[in-house]
């Protein structure tokens, strides 16, 4: 089973999405009919769709949506993770229709001013109440976030973390050697898996060349059974199409076996978001 393990939906007609108003490519509606060509030029067999506000209506939303989309197999929503009834809240998500769809639970640190947020004991609250109630957690963050991120993984062995865009590197000189000191930390985490996604939007073209440093140290340090394939759709739009996204990435791990790279494209996600082929 081949898996797109993030992509984002929303509907103007629905919510406003603020944060695309200075974004003309991306301030207009994207939905499962526009996605599910691309998912079949592609041979994408099913999807992970994940949160984009923090707006509490927009996760049932996306769990009425796994209920009817054959290709949408799981959902990262959100819930705040400082609620101090945040047990009941994702015990009342797991109810709503769908809702054994939901897989994890995202909130965007990025969004943060404070780049310790997730060493915040109301969060480290929230993210064990995640992991107790066997969801994953995924990571969003700033390179100034990642620090507290790598922490948390390590403090946190119980929770499972999927860390989003690699961390979201500085493609840079000067910005490979500390993320990989903190990618080295991680690969000794083994309760954090890494997706291989949204680097396109992060690097200048020609892609490839500019993240070659980048997915061979993922490769090195956590190996294909821990990396996952996500297209970041419709968000990669700012520098390339969905399948020039998978491209980029089929090309940065050419080199892997035909079962290392079922591991990327499909096994990794399967295992992490509990989906069966």
Request: charged content about 20%; proline content about 8%; aromatic content about 6%.
């Amino acid at each position: 089973m081949r898996i797109d393990a993030h992509h984002h939906l929303w509907d103007l007609d629905v919510r406003d999405q603020p944060w695309t108003h200075p974004i003309p490519v991306l301030h207009r509606s994207f939905t499962m009919d526009d996605l599910r060509p691309l998912l079949h030029r592609a041979a994408i067999d099913a999807t992970v769709v994940v949160q984009t506000v923090p707006v509490a209506e927009e996760t049932p939303e996306l769990l009425s949506l796994a209920a009817r989309d054959p290709h949408v197999s799981a959902v990262v929503g959100w819930t705040d993770l400082t609620d101090p009834a945040i047990t009941d809240r994702l015990a009342e998500l797991r109810e709503h229709p769908g809702g054994a769809a939901l897989a994890g639970i995202r909130h965007g640190v990025q969004d943060e001013p404070d780049p310790r947020w997730l060493d915040r004991k109301d969060a480290r609250r929230g993210l064990a109440a995640v992991g107790a109630a066997g969801l994953v957690y995924d990571l969003l963050v700033r390179p100034d976030q990642l620090s507290a991120a790598v922490r948390t993984v390590t403090q946190l062995p119980e929770v499972r973390f999927v860390l989003d865009h690699a961390g979201n590197p500085e493609v840079e000189p000067g910005g490979l050697e500390p993320w990989t000191a903190l990618m080295t930390r991680l690969g000794h985490c083994d309760n954090v898996a890494v997706k291989l996604s949204g680097l396109v939007t992060r690097a200048p073209a020609p892609h490839a060349p500019a993240l070659r440093r980048h997915a061979d140290v993922l490769l090195e340090k956590l190996g294909p059974d821990r990396l996952m394939f996500g297209s970041d759709w419709p968000v990669c739009l700012l520098a390339a199409g969905y399948g020039d996204t998978l491209a980029v990435a089929q090309t940065l791990t050419a080199a892997l076996s035909p079962d290392e790279s079922a591991e990327v494209y499909g096994g990794t996600a399967a295992r992490w978001y509990g989906l069966v082929a």
